[in-house]
């Protein structure tokens, strides 16, 4: 029982056959991006605690077996100087002790500040997560999953998942509508009850954009970049485009030095200097400068996104378009019948309704989003033919559910 679970977890990181409340910018961010940066921890992390990320040469003669693995480990641990072979003052004291402000050890720290990286990005999504089961009104997650099954099945079975989806979808709507007509004070200016779940999601939006702009700050901060290094992925592309290697910008050094203290017998302490050879770098190098650009794009695709679904969600005018295109597919409205459709997003669809419909649409595809609409037209038609409204006179080409039968399919 419980491997299957985790099988079922595994699932949910499969990026081309993902299904859930969310776009294909937050798959790359929640998905794609948190897999890419556990990879490259991984990577990381087999290099400097399992094989070699450094290799150190003394060049005065040190007696003992395992002299040089400790030298190896205690300028691992101690950190390194990025400092060129052919410079002078090797035996200066104070010109080391000025180096000592340059010594880097943030190697060390970077499989866990990728791993914490990829975290940072999860977290909202865990919270959303968190929102969409049972938090909002109805299962959202429910919602989309049985949309993917009926995309899948076909004639009685698939119209019965349909139906059941829409049911839902209305029952949630209304009661949302009685909300925010019982709604007093300043709630009853705002139309809460009607965003409630776009206002989540937007906020999730910003939240992701946010922690995506973190990354540029914990990159800079983990590896000291200042000055004009500060947007380090442009300047270390333009130094490699330019022939400007780690010898002349110290970014990310091959080779750096290290003082290692030996206490002889019967002398004071002696300090050798030893040559360190920085492999782990190589690989910190192409791993960092791939984030820097990663996060730069899927930045911009978040905050795209962000306007696109303001745009779809809060903008009545497209709707209402959104709506008679489906439609006019669907066939689920008569000929020059843009009123009733306006009426159709004004008195049920609104702002969360019309959410939910995108999100079928971009998870399950236009056909079932299509028939969605017709589905949730002919359930609202009903609704007000038992109310005896007009708007029931208007309805032609969509078959009208009877009220138990609607009652039924709602909970099937």
């Known amino acids: 029982m419980v491997f299957k679970e985790f099988l079922d977890y595994l699932n949910k990181f499969n990026f081309i056959h993902a299904c859930g409340v969310y776009d294909i910018f937050d798959r790359c961010v929640y998905i794609l991006t948190f897999t890419l940066l556990l990879v490259c921890s991984a990577t990381v992390t087999i290099k400097s605690y399992v094989l070699e990320p450094m290799t150190c040469y003394a060049p005065s003669t040190i007696s003992g077996s395992n002299v040089l693995p400790y030298i190896n480990n205690y300028c691992w641990i101690v950190g390194t100087i990025p400092k060129a072979v052919h410079e002078h003052n090797s035996d200066d004291e104070e010109y080391w002790k000025w180096l000592e402000s340059r010594k880097i050890n943030y190697y060390q720290w970077v499989p866990f500040v990728l791993g914490l990286q990829a975290a940072l990005l999860y977290i909202p999504y865990v919270f959303w997560e968190c929102l969409i089961y049972n938090r909002l009104g109805t299962n959202l997650q429910f919602l989309i999953d049985l949309a993917r099954k009926a995309s899948l099945d076909f004639g009685e079975s698939r119209q019965r998942k349909i139906s059941q989806m829409a049911g839902s979808i209305f029952i949630l709507l209304t009661t949302r509508k009685k909300k925010s007509e019982k709604a007093i004070g300043l709630l009853s200016k705002f139309p809460i009850y009607k965003m409630e779940i776009v206002f989540h999601y937007l906020l999730l939006k910003v939240i992701s954009i946010v922690m995506i702009c973190s990354q540029f700050v914990i990159m800079e901060k983990l590896l000291n970049m200042n000055g004009k290094h500060k947007l380090f992925g442009i300047t270390v592309l333009q130094d490699l485009l330019n022939g400007r290697y780690w010898d002349v910008t110290n970014l990310f050094p091959r080779m750096a030095f290290c003082r290692v203290p030996f206490k002889m017998q019967n002398t004071n302490v002696v300090n050798i200097t030893t040559q360190c050879s920085l492999s782990i770098n190589l690989i910190n190098e192409k791993i960092f400068l791939f984030l820097w650009w990663w996060f730069s794009l899927i930045a911009s695709l978040q905050i795209i996104s962000l306007f696109i679904w303001v745009a779809r969600c809060l903008s009545s005018d497209r709707r209402v378009r959104f709506i008679n295109h489906s439609a006019q597919i669907s066939r ?49 038609a009903t609704s007000l033919a038992n109310r005896g409204d007009d708007l029931s006179d208007s309805i032609s080409h969509s078959s009208v559910y009877k009220a138990k039968d609607i009652e039924t399919t709602m909970f099937i």
């Open 332 to 380: 689920s409205f008569p000929s020059h019948s843009e009123h009733l459709i306006k009426q159709f997003d004004r008195n049920l669809i609104s702002i969360d309704g019309i959410f939910l419909i995108h999100m079928t649409r971009i998870n399950c595809g236009d056909l079932i989003c299509n028939e969605l609409i017709h589905k949730l037209y002919e359930i609202h």
